[in-house]
């Protein structure tokens, strides 16, 4: 024969530790969802980061093609100065002979 009261107590008891588990585990995965989220901020802002950083080393390759071209533009207007530095010492001593071989 079915005891009622034996029945109430095990219906008492199996309410009493669901309610405890759920006190518990309520927390516990209200928790494990803020972690969850925080996770996600922070996949979010390192997204953020890595564009930004290939955005900055796009950058960098560009300014070290631009450096590369104006120093060898610095190397042609170099070398142009020096070829105008010996024309200019050349037509010195031409002129400079000139005016020796005037005076004569």
Do not use: C, G
């Amino acid at each position: 024969m079915i005891d009622i009261f034996e029945l109430a107590k095990w219906a008492s008891a199996i309410t009493v530790i669901l309610s405890i588990v759920t006190m518990v585990a309520k927390p516990i995965l209200k928790s494990f969802s803020d972690i969850n989220k925080s996770f996600s901020e922070v996949n979010k802002s390192l997204s953020e980061v890595t564009h930004t950083l290939q955005l900055i080393n796009r950058d960098i390759e560009s300014s070290k093609e631009d450096r590369r071209d104006i120093r060898k533009e610095l190397e042609e207007h170099e070398n142009l100065l020096h070829a105008h530095s010996n024309e200019l010492t050349k037509h010195s001593q031409q002129i400079f002979t000139l005016f020796k071989n005037l005076k004569k």
